[in-house]
């Protein structure tokens, strides 16, 4: 758990004069699950865009995989996986066609993609799936489909944009299990949600606001800090203050 | 290079899953080409012929006699004078007017040649050619006859044709040309303006953007099973207008498909832009249908000839790559033309294409900082 994967030191991003990240610093471990909260706008976006090589910082340091995000995009790209609320399969492609095309996009060995393909197949007991279409799969199947080609070529990372938006509590409870089986195989999970009760599984949180990180740390610390019971309540008193709070919280 | 194609692969298979994306990449340029081929093909039967004959000689009457009986053509009228040519046509039921000049059958026999004038309602301008044309040929055939076997005295009438209304029609099958135009551009900048905005849509792109595909490779991956499909569909209209309407390529076959590959380049590369400017894909098609199809049917001289435009006009159709491309076109396998006569127009469709990627580039690379 000591090795740092994201390393981020005052890290700015600005759009003309809009401060979209606001000089944000924190640390991910290697395996951590690492939650990445805020209200929409509050900059979740821009800053996951930056680690996954996508755009570059304004200013400030940033180290994702140990490559560095202004000169080394194409490295970390190499080295995360992602996923995003709309299900990145295609669905007029089989889950094997799906399973090729990705591997194949990261650049793996055909033999290492079949390998891999009948591993995914019979831990999801998807074998009888193997050539039916997406499109014909129901949801709960798709995203762990989805989030298994997303790790399919074992990132060090995987960046997981709202991955559970529009789906019943249970597949959300399975999907949460397969997020620990992974990140227990040292893959560290970076997550933004929307659901306060998958905060709560996350190791550390991290809550921002305004372009700023207004909290970060390990939900029961949180808790403790905000007086709270749940990390909903920490998260309405940080996000949504009125201004009494907010200077409270405005250190 | 692997990774590349591999997507190419998987965008071969969202073509060829999709019938609707092979209706349009293959069906509708082949019904077009049928429906415009018959339409311009089929023979025409009691078409309107008004005589003005001011020599009235006995061969004037026996060539009028062939002319009318031929099951071609049907007298409306007979006029006197010139002056009635505008009225006849204005009534709408002459399509063409033929002139027999003074002492025809006189000049005939002791000049040997003779002219008569086949004048025709350009305002519908393949009835027009098809007259003008069997017209010219009953003529022909008529000298032929007239004309004493043996004998050294090869008699000639000059048909002269003249267009009402529409006197630049020049070119006698119009339409294949105008097709190609019209179904490469819509076809290569709907498809891929609307394969692009689909990725954007099912937030695959993302994914896409977030892989070790460069950019680029995700673009050109994208486009270049439309190229080549569209290239197939060019030899595919080609071959169809062969055989429906025995329209051959006059020019250099080679060049011919150089000059598509062009065309096709630039549509592409139109589409890329498109998809940059749109976020969904009824925008891209709205885009494409709206912004292309018309502007190409109505300003770009596929139908209507660009010199008979308002100024306007003419400038506003100066900024469409399709007007620079029937130009080419017509040249190539109408008149026969080589690259010399070509250059300008294929420049003007170079410099589009590096334009169009220029902007689609920039718009591209502002949405991802």
């Known amino acids: 758990m000591n090795e740092k994967v994201i390393t981020v030191h005052n890290l700015v991003k600005k759009f003309g004069s809009f401060v979209a990240n606001d000089n944000l610093s924190f640390e991910v471990s290697s395996g951590e699950i690492f939650g990445f909260l805020g209200a929409n706008g509050a900059g979740k976006t821009t800053a996951i865009r930056i680690l996954s090589g996508l755009s570059k910082p304004t200013s400030g340091e ?3 995989a140990g490559f560095n995000a202004y000169r080394q995009t194409e490295e970390i790209k190499k080295n995360i996986g992602y996923m995003c609320q709309k299900f990145s399969l295609y669905e007029d492609l089989t889950v094997k066609e799906n399973i090729i095309l990705y591997g194949g996009i990261y650049g793996m060995k055909k033999t290492l993609i079949r390998q891999r393909l009948d591993e995914l197949l019979s831990k999801l007991h998807f074998h009888e799936f193997e050539n039916r279409m997406i499109s014909d799969l129901p949801l709960g199947l798709r995203q762990k489909l989805a989030f298994a080609v997303a790790v399919l070529h074992e990132p060090k990372i995987v960046f997981l944009d709202e991955p559970t938006g529009g789906v019943d509590p249970i597949t959300r409870r399975q999907f949460w299990e397969s997020i620990y089986e992974t990140s227990s195989g040292g893959i560290t999970v970076f997550v933004t949600t929307h659901y306060m009760d998958e905060a709560e599984y996350c190791d550390r949180i991290s809550i921002m606001s305004e372009g700023k990180i207004v909290a970060l740390d390990t939900p029961d610390n949180l808790k403790k800090q905000f007086t709270s019971a749940t990390i909903e309540e920490v998260f309405i008193k940080i996000a949504r203050p ?9 250190y | 290079m692997k990774r590349f194609l591999g997507f190419v692969k998987k965008e071969f298979l969202h073509i060829f899953r999709d019938y609707r994306t092979l209706i349009i990449l293959f069906g509708i340029p082949a019904a077009q080409i049928l429906i415009f081929g018959y339409a311009v093909s089929t023979d025409i039967k009691n078409a309107g012929v008004a005589i003005l004959d001011l020599s009235h000689d006995e061969i004037t009457l026996k060539l009028t006699d062939k002319i009318i009986s031929s099951g071609f053509f049907k007298k409306t009228q007979t006029l006197l004078n010139y002056d009635e040519i505008d009225k006849v046509f204005k009534k709408g039921k002459t399509k063409a007017v033929i002139i027999f000049e003074d002492d ?3 000049k005939l026999i002791s000049e040997n040649k003779a002219s008569l004038s086949i004048v025709a309602d350009g305002s519908e301008p393949n009835t027009a050619t ?13 000298t032929t006859e007239l004309s004493l076997p043996g004998s050294n005295n090869t008699l000639r009438i000059n048909p002269d044709v003249k267009m009402f209304y529409n006197p630049n029609l020049k070119s006698h099958f119009m ?5 190609i135009t019209l179904i490469l551009i819509l076809i290569c900048a709907l498809m891929t303006s609307v394969t692009i905005t689909r990725e954007k849509e099912f937030g695959t792109m993302e994914v896409l953007l977030v892989s070790p595909l460069r950019p680029v490779q995700i673009i050109l991956g994208k486009v270049m099973p439309y190229f080549m499909l569209s290239f197939v569909n060019v030899l595919l209209i080609l071959a169809l207008s062969w055989i429906v309407f025995d329209l051959p390529v006059k020019g250099s076959l080679i060049l011919l498909l150089a000059e598509c590959m062009l065309y096709i380049l ?5 589409g890329i832009l498109i998809s940059t400017v749109s976020s969904n894909m009824q925008q891209a098609i709205f885009i494409s249908l709206i912004g292309l199809m018309l502007p190409t049917i109505l300003l770009s001289g596929f139908i209507f000839p660009i010199e008979n435009m308002p100024k306007i006009y003419d400038y506003l159709s100066s900024i469409l790559p399709p007007r620079y491309f029937i130009v080419i076109i017509k040249n190539i396998m109408i008149k026969g033309t080589g ?4 250059w300008k127009e294929t420049l003007v469709l170079a410099i589009m294409t590096l334009v169009f990627t220029g902007l689609s580039v920039r718009k591209f690379k502002i949405r991802l900082e």
């Open chain 1, 62 to 64: 940033v180290t994702v």
């Open chain 2, 175 to 179: 339409f294949v040309p105008g097709v």
């Open chain 2, 339 to 342: 690259f010399m006569y070509i």
């Open chain 1, 242 to 250: 009125n201004h009494l709070e907010k200077k409270k919280v405005d």
């Open chain 2, 104 to 106: 025809f059958g006189k």
């Open chain 2, 130 to 142: 098809l007259i003008t044309n069997y017209t010219a040929a009953i003529v022909t055939d008529f």
């Open chain 2, 266 to 270: 630039m549509s592409l590369t139109l």
